[in-house]
Structure formats: structure tokens, C-alpha cells
């Protein structure tokens, strides 16, 4: 499965009426966890029902699976499912998180 490049990857604002890359790997993004995991909760808050958003997310922080997974299942149960994609070949990570509800 190929990956969206993350040249493509917006910021977070407003409601996506459609499927899109949210950018979580710039520099601020590099220092700080915690700002990955808020601007990836709020990326999937600003998607709507049917459509996926993908994280790009720094390679900094190692695999998705290791802090962001279980943040995404606290904040949003069984409203989303997600699944990793594939790592970049900047060193980042992509996982499609599709809002089902």
C-alpha cells in the first residue's frame, strides 16, 4: 500500500470534507510528543464521517504504535479505526485513521 507523499500533508484548520494528510512532522513537532498527539487528535476531530485522514508523524519519535495508538482509543474508541500505512522515506511515519462515526 503506498503512502501519501508528505510533501501533501496540510496543517490542521477547519472540517475536511474529504480524505487528507495531516503534517505533524515539522521541527516543533520534532521536540515535543505531546504536540504530535494533540495535533493528531485534532486532526481527527476536523475529519468528517466517512473519510480517512493520514498522521504524518515525525520520525523522531519512533513507531506510531509506542504513544500514539492508545491515545487515538482513549480519545475516540470505536468512533475510528486506523492502521499504519508505512514509514517515509524521510524517517516519519504514516498511519490512515478512517472516522466511522
Do not use: K
Not at 503534517?23 to 498527539?37: G, I, S, T
Amino acid at each position: 500500500m503506498a503512502s501519501a507523499p508528505h510533501e501533501d500533508a496540510e496543517t490542521v484548520d477547519g472540517v475536511h470534507q474529504n480524505s487528507w494528510s495531516a503534517n505533524l512532522e515539522q521541527d516543533q513537532h520534532a521536540d515535543d510528543r505531546a504536540l504530535v498527539v494533540e495535533e493528531a487528535r485534532d486532526a481527527v476531530e476536523s475529519t468528517a464521517t466517512g473519510y480517512h485522514v493520514n498522521l504524518v508523524t515525525h520520525g523522531d519519535h519512533g513507531h506510531p504504535e509506542t504513544y500514539l495508538y492508545d491515545e487515538l482509543d482513549d480519545a475516540f474508541g470505536d468512533s475510528i479505526a486506523y492502521e499504519y500505512v508505512d514509514q517515509c522515506g524521510c524517517g516519519g511515519h504514516v498511519t490512515r485513521v478512517r472516522v466511522l462515526n
